[in-house]
């Protein structure tokens, strides 16, 4: 079974970026679609954005569009999340995600996640 470590989270004023990493090991992160999901105080976990397995083609929920770029490097078994021009609304903790199947929008269809990073952006 993969194991995910998430990193890269912090405190940010809005308009600033951070990039997470979600680094794998136990098994080689190209065997999976990988997910970054986030939840707020009091909110239910939502997904932020997946890759697929090649790489190639990637989703993101409607609020991210044009800000956030998902990507992997499976030499370095790592996921990436950089996350640009950043607003309070995007305050949560992160979690990245392993698929084993084809459905990748949903939090159920992930098997494995990571402990979370914490990302704060003040006003």
């Known amino acids: 079974q993969v194991q995910l470590v998430e990193s890269g989270g912090g405190l940010v004023q809005a308009g600033g970026s951070l990039r997470l990493s979600c680094a794998a090991s136990g098994r080689p992160v190209s065997s999976y679609a990988m997910g970054w999901f986030r939840q707020a105080p009091g909110k239910e976990r939502e997904f932020v954005a997946a890759i697929r397995r090649s790489g190639v083609t990637t989703y993101y929920t409607d609020s991210v569009k044009g800000r956030f770029t998902i990507s992997r490097d499976n030499t370095k078994n790592t996921v990436y999340l950089q996350m640009n021009s950043l607003k309070p609304e995007d305050t949560a903790v992160y979690y990245c995600?392993?698929?084993?199947?084809?459905?990748?929008?949903?939090?159920?269809?992930?098997?494995?996640w990571g402990q979370g990073t914490q990302v704060t952006v003040s006003s």
């Open positions: 995600a392993a698929a084993y199947g084809s459905g990748i929008l949903l939090a159920s269809d992930y098997a494995v």
